[in-house]
Every structure is written in C-alpha cells, then in structure tokens.
C-alpha cells in the first residue's frame, strides 16, 4: 500500500516493498578523530547530529521489511583502485592509506572504515563498497535495486553535498525517485548541507525530494 510522506517540494507516496533504505557511509573514517574526515582538518563532531535520525529511521524500514543497503566509502588494500588525483589529497602522513588511529585511512577492511556501531548492520542487509562518491560508480547497485523491483529510495548519511548528493543524482538519472531524509544526513559544512538539500528539492524536485526524519516516520509507522 502506497505511504504519503509530507516532502518538499510536494508530497510523494512510496511502496514499502518497492522502496529501498540506503545510508550513506556511516563510517569510522567520517564520524571519529583520526579518520579520514579528521585529516581534511574537518570539525567530525558535525556529523554525530545525523545519527540518532538515522537510527530512527532504520528502525522504522527494518519493521516494515524495506530493503536496507548500506555504503561504505573506501579502497582495497592494494590501492589499485584509488586514483592518485584522489589519494594526493591532504597532508602527507595523513592519506589515503595511510596508518591512522582506526587503521590505514580509508581502506577496505580497517576498523576506520567500518560502519558506526550504532547504525551496524543486521544480518542480511546489504553493505555496498564503493570506490568513490556516487553509490553507483564501480558497484553492483542498480542490478541489486533493479533484482529487487526497486523504484524509490530513501536516502540517508555524509556528507550531504559530496556521497549522498552524488548518489542521488546518479539515482536520478537511471530512473530511481529519490527522497533524502534532511536531518538524517550532515556535513562538515552546515551551509554546504542546507545548500545540497535545496538543490536536491529544486525546479520542482529536478533530483527529488526532501523530507524530514518525522515526515518519514510518520510515514512508515
């Protein structure tokens, strides 16, 4: 049964069982001193705001059965798939890579780029590693969405203008309706955040729409 969840700029209704949870990179590296984030000189604590939203809100997909996939943003051990133009970023000693409080910065298998224990997901959900901003550049996404008859996507996580702002316009363009769930995403950059959601809701929702953590909720209980 269609739910109508009170978005900007117009109310959608979505299908429990065509609609997909996807967080955005919930991770150690972002979240904690001593990742990634950290190393950018970024004020991480910024981010924590977002995570009792998300909470909330996975709660609510997991009791009424939605598809819950989780991204995670990082690089195999070997580095192959980092291009030096991303991994030159930032001071030396603090990369890509490099050993860090968590593990090497950014790197598949380290405890810094793990998912936050508070959002840590339950057996059978899906955890998507990708190797850069977008959750569809060099994954198996969409052929997962599209095996599962997804149509719609609630979109959650950091930052909001680079990973989930990147995800939801490559969603955009195969054909996805995207609602990204405003206070269960964050930025380093309040006014980056605030900016993203309003290009997102734009032109009439030209990439979506924006709801909050409550309309969501409202929604699915």
């Given at each position: ?80 798939d980092c291009p030096p133009a991303k991994w030159a970023r930032g001071p030396e000693g603090m990369r890509i890579g490099d050993p860090g ?6 790197i598949r298998g380290e405890v810094g780029h793990d998912i936050i224990p508070e959002l840590a997901p339950a057996a059978g959900e899906v955890v998507l590693d990708k190797p850069g901003k977008g959750a569809f550049c ?84």
């Amino acid at each position: 049964m269609p739910m109508p969840i009170d978005a900007e700029p117009y109310a959608i209704a979505v299908e429990p069982g065509r609609t997909a949870l996807v967080i955005i990179d919930m991770q150690r590296d972002f979240l904690l001193p001593g990742g990634f984030g950290e190393s950018l000189g970024n004020d991480v604590s910024l981010l924590n705001a977002a995570v009792a939203p998300c909470q909330a809100v996975l709660a609510a997909a997991r009791a009424c059965g939605m598809l819950v996939i989780h991204t995670r943003e990082g690089h195999r051990p070997d580095m192959a798939d980092c291009p030096p133009a991303k991994w030159a970023r930032g001071p030396e000693g603090m990369r890509i890579g490099d050993p860090g409080p968590m593990g090497r910065i950014l790197i598949r298998g380290e405890v810094g780029h793990d998912i936050i224990p508070e959002l840590a997901p339950a057996a059978g959900e899906v955890v998507l590693d990708k190797p850069g901003k977008g959750a569809f550049c060099a994954t198996d996404l969409d052929l997962i969405l599209r095996s599962k008859g997804i149509e719609a996507l609630l979109v959650c996580g950091v930052t909001t203008e680079v990973c989930v702002n990147t995800t939801v316009r490559e969603a955009n363009d195969r054909g996805y309706r995207c609602v990204v769930v405003s206070d269960a995403c964050a930025s380093y950059f309040p006014a980056f955040h605030a900016a993203a959601l309003a290009m997102v809701k734009a032109q009439g929702g030209i990439f979506g729409w924006v709801a909050p953590s409550g309309a969501v909720l409202a929604a699915l209980g």
